[in-house]
């Protein structure tokens, strides 16, 4: 391939609880190194669920990272050997306190591929039924009932930040149609 890197050596600098970080040296394509850093992730899902057919769920957390209470749709990351879709009912019913009746998968993306290895499966939740909040003994969140439509101004206003929460639900205003999102199976 014209562009392709070859691995020359690994060199595994940290391997944390869900990420590892790693300085590899490659083989360019015109036959130089380089040294690649980046951060080994599982991959992770995000939910958009619906309450009915004007209103989601988001969630509201501090990410110490930036330093600021963010809104975002209920996500997390994937358990070693555990299914997509597993996860996403699971996070969902962990971050909402909400299970769902019936799930699809929109899309996947890789969020930051020139320097994570984090690939992100978007699916959208209906049908649900309230259950018990369940969030990891780490995560303090609180839940909030918005309409879509002021879920996409709170994206234009700079209030929804989070890449993976404006990719979903602009996606899903784009590529899907809310009248066929209740007919999908779990």
């Known amino acids: 391939m014209l562009f392709e890197e070859k691995l020359k050596t690994r060199a595994k600098i940290y391997s944390g609880r869900s990420v590892g970080f790693s300085a ?3 083989f ?3 036959g130089k190194t380089a040294v690649r850093e980046y951060m080994e992730h599982p991959g992770a899902v995000a939910i958009i669920p619906f309450l009915d057919k004007k209103n989601i769920i988001l969630v509201q957390q501090y990410r110490f ?3 600021k209470l963010t809104f975002e749709l209920p996500a997390g990351k994937l358990d ?9 009912k699971r996070e969902l019913e962990e971050e909402t306190g909400y299970r769902c009746g019936k799930i699809r998968k929109l899309i996947s993306f890789w969020p930051t591929p020139a320097f994570a290895t ?6 959208a939740a209906t049908g649900l039924v309230k259950t018990k909040k369940m969030p990891d003994d780490d995560e303090f969140l609180e839940t909030k009932t918005v309409s879509f439509e002021g879920a996409m101004r ?4 700079g209030k929804i ?3 993976k929460t404006i990719i979903a639900l ?10 066929n999102a209740f007919k999908y199976q779990s």
Do not use: Q, T, Y
């Open 28 to 30: 360019l394509p015109n």
């Open 154 to 157: 709170m994206i234009k206003n």
């Open 80 to 88: 070693r050997g555990e299914k997509i879709i597993s996860c996403a």
């Open 161 to 163: 930040m989070d890449s």
């Open 118 to 123: 984090e690939i992100i499966h978007i699916f």
């Open 65 to 67: 990272p930036v330093r």
């Open 170 to 179: 602009l996606g899903w205003k784009v590529f899907f149609d809310i009248k």
């Open 24 to 26: 590899d040296e490659i």
